[in-house]
């Protein structure tokens, strides 16, 4: 896997934006429900975690309590583009993690990303932007250990102005990163912006032993 040990750049630009967009889901009456946007008050940069970071063990779940939230994670990569695959939208609650990256809990940025909602509804994300500084999300990994990550910020971004370098940038330290659609909406052009919440490693807990 490309960069799991935190070593060189990105392989090329990630268009998470462009490869996320899925149309709102339909109520019966035709309406639509958004989901829910991050206020300025959840904006915020410069935390930096002062926990020592953990070798490279590839994500197998996350969880964030706030929105009991509870899901498998599966590997993404990217397509011809570039473009940042999501999940397959057959399983609406499945988070990915862009095998690119360092895994979560080891000193760089890791990436998750996972659909708002699908065709039959709310998906694995769809609460993100209801999320707030200070919540924990725990991920889960194959050697057994959870890192515990805690939310330092939440921002929307519109689509075409997305802060590659600020999102995808690789930290010093033990970063996360997850991503899901938000913002406005058009039938024409689906969700027009990116939910993104920030988080830094705030604890480990190492496998327990057989």
Known sequence: MAG?????????ALAVGGALVLGAWMLHDGGRV??????????GFGAVSVVPPLGPSVPTRIRIPAVRLDAPVTGLGLDGAGHLQPPPDDDRNLAGWYRG?????QRGTAI????????SGPAVFYSLGALHRGDRIE?????GSIAGFQIYAIEVYDKQHFPDDRVYGQAGDAQLRVITCGGGFSRADGYEGNVVAYAFLADTTKPKKA
Do not use: C, E, Y
């Open 112 to 119: 998750l990303a996972g659909h708002v909602d699908t065709r």
């Open 101 to 105: 990256a360092v895994t979560p809990g």
């Open 4 to 12: 799991q040990h935190g070593r060189g750049g990105w392989p090329g």
């Open 139 to 143: 991920i889960t990994r194959a050697d």
């Open 34 to 43: 958004l989901p829910p946007a991050p206020g300025s008050a959840q904006a």
